[in-house]
């Protein structure tokens, strides 16, 4: 088994970038890839944390996305209460409440699916992240 420089499992660091990135947030994710970035040297490695970042900044920027839209028809109500007319919009926000909780559960399932491929050092082939983490 790979050690890194700490003598830790590289498979084990890896994995950690992504439980450490879904269940500690943004601060430690950040600490750790900036300790593994600056002094290890595995590829695989540098990847995992960097991917695990960009993945969460990836399910946050569309949970934002989609949180502003009932903020979107609440405006539209409050628009058509200058004349006179009124907007029922509790459908469209309890869809997106559903939708949203469907992210939250995907997100959950993907860090943890890919924290335990990490384990395995089986690279995670997500579209399009790939080629953004390669750069």
Known sequence: ME????????VLLGA??????????????ILFAGYVLLCEEDE?????????????????????VIDLLPNLCAWIDSML?????TFNYSIISKLIAVFTKGINILEACVFLV??????????AFIPGMNKLVGK
Do not use: E, P
């Not at 050690?3 to 590289?10: F, P, Y």
């Not at 950690?16 to 994710?29: D, E, P, V």
């Not at 209460?81 to 007319?85: A, K, P, Y």
């Not at 890919?114 to 690279?123: P, Q, R, S, T």
């Open 3 to 10: 050690k890194a420089k700490s003598g830790v499992s590289v």
């Open 16 to 29: 950690a970038a992504y439980f450490l990135t879904y269940f500690g947030g943004y601060a430690a994710a």
């Open 44 to 64: 695989w490695l540098k990847k995992t944390c960097v991917q695990a970042i960009v993945l969460a900044l990836g399910f946050d920027v569309l949970l934002r």
């Open 81 to 85: 209460n200058v004349i006179g007319h």
């Open 114 to 123: 890919l924290g335990g491929m990490a384990f395995k050092k089986i690279n």
